[in-house]
């Protein structure tokens, strides 16, 4: 039996996009950087958020670990083995153990297989059992995820379902092989509130149920505070905080996940809450290659040290870490020399 320690490690993962041509047709700028060297540790078992608005990196790492892509430098590391350019019977494997869910289950669920054959693929591909084992597992994998009778569900088509089923299906299809780890990526961003709330506890039950480690990625710091153990919060391909999801709802330190939590609707606590007011009404001019990646639009930063020098994310308390020259603790609210 595994320990309850890390079962997967991102160590300087960094991915970065060739620009071939831009819009019309010319050379383009030459790279976009996604990921720039995150460091992640996630144990065994637990939900672990990664948090950050659109374009920030979190859905490239989720790829990056399910295998859809390559990184550009670094190491992705699962049960202290390096991953990292697996091939043909290994990468099979490795597919076996770690899934993704994806943001719209319409366009991952192939529209030509039945609800059953969408399920029982990934048995087909690994070669489970024989055809009766295979029925059983998928029937089994779809009353779990609450679509019942499970074979009324099973010969039908995606087009016929709900977008809630069809997540359902989804988180389904990803179960079916009982992996030790899955990606699911901002699996609620396209169901009202609630049907996530329906499928936040379906996640809650799975890994209560396989013992599976779950890395959720989303927009939103309260889906995140719902369902995670811990939280790590990303902006342009920089991990800029971590912390247990309680330190980081209710002490955060790093001005971009301030702003983040004064984006939150506080419906009934108008002019009861103080909101932390860590963004810039206009945005600074910045170098690409120099500073904190958060200076251009943070409201606290120091003028000159934060546009030229590059905080490092580091231990300020246990389970917790920050890449910024003054967090919001006692000794470093006030950062002198603020514009």
Do not use: W
């Amino acid at each position: 039996m595994r320990s309850n320690g890390a079962i997967l490690r991102l160590e300087a993962l960094s991915k970065t996009y060739r620009v071939k041509k831009n819009f019309f047709g010319g050379r383009g700028a030459g790279s976009v950087k996604a990921l720039s060297t995150v460091n992640l540790e996630i144990a065994r078992g637990e939900i672990f958020g990664l948090v950050g608005e659109s374009g920030s990196g979190k859905t490239t790492a989720g790829r990056l670990i399910v295998k859809l892509e390559e990184p550009t430098a670094g190491r992705i590391l699962l049960d202290g083995e390096d991953i990292t350019g697996l091939e043909g019977r290994a990468l099979r494997s490795y597919r076996g153990r770690v899934q993704m869910i994806f943001q719209d289950p319409y366009q991952s669920l192939n529209p030509q297989l039945s609800i059953f054959e969408s399920i029982a693929e990934p048995l087909v591909i690994h070669k489970y059992g024989d055809s009766r084992s295979r029925r059983e597992r998928v029937l089994e994998t779809i009353a779990m995820v609450g679509l019942s009778p499970p074979a009324g569900y099973a010969n039908r088509y995606p087009h016929q379902l709900s977008g809630g089923q069809r997540q359902r299906v989804a988180i389904a299809r990803a179960m079916v092989m009982e992996p030790d780890f899955v990606v699911a990526d901002e699996p609620t961003s396209m169901l009202d509130a609630s049907y996530s709330a329906k499928i936040f506890n379906i996640l809650l039950d799975v890994r209560k149920r396989y013992n599976v480690t779950i890395l959720f990625i989303t927009h939103s710091l309260a889906a995140a505070r719902y369902l995670c153990n811990k939280i790590a919060v990303i902006y342009r391909g920089h991990i800029v905080e971590i912390g247990t999801a309680e330190d980081v709802i209710h002490r955060p330190l790093h001005p971009y996940t301030q702003a983040l939590l004064d984006a939150l609707p506080r419906f009934g606590q108008s002019g009861l809450q103080k909101p932390y007011g860590t963004l810039r009404e206009n945005g600074r001019a910045a170098s690409s290659d120099m500073g904190c990646v958060f200076f251009p639009r943070c409201g606290k930063a120091h003028r000159i040290r934060c546009s030229r020098e590059s905080p490092e994310l580091e231990a300020v308390g246990p389970d917790r870490k920050v890449a910024c020259f003054y967090p919001d603790t006692e000794k470093g609210r006030a950062a002198e020399g603020n514009p």
